[in-house]
Nanobody, 115 residues
């Protein structure tokens, strides 16, 4: 299983970024792909995820209404559109795939939001 994340960067508060996670290496339809983040001194938290099996999505309360997760199944890529970014969104963002109950992680990508 390989997860390749990209799209991080440095922006001003109120601006947008889009993260991409290119996923490969499994054939099961029973999986979910999502994004976690970890800020300095804080625990890793789940930000958003999408289930391939039923299309259900999850968002952390802190990002509801600002972030949107979507998938392009033909490209095996999951996107996280992040709008109205806030300094509190500053963190390393990690792509995660849960395939039949087993977690896989990609390398993190830094998102920095300045006020």
């Amino acid at each position: 299983v390989q997860l390749q994340a990209s799209g991080g960067g440095s922006v001003q508060a109120g601006e947008s970024l889009r993260l991409s996670c290119a996923a490969s290496g499994w054939t099961s339809d029973d999986y979910a792909v999502g994004w976690f983040r970890q800020a300095p001194g804080k625990e890793r938290e789940r930000v958003a995820c999408i289930s391939q099996r039923d299309g259900n999505t999850f968002y952390a309360d802190s990002v509801k209404g600002r972030f949107t997760i979507s998938s392009d199944n033909d490209a095996n890529t999951v996107y996280l559109q992040m709008d109205s970014l806030e300094p509190e969104d500053t963190a390393v963002y990690y792509c995660n795939a849960n395939v039949r109950g087993k977690d896989y992680w990609g390398k993190g990508t830094q998102v920095t939001v300045s006020s």
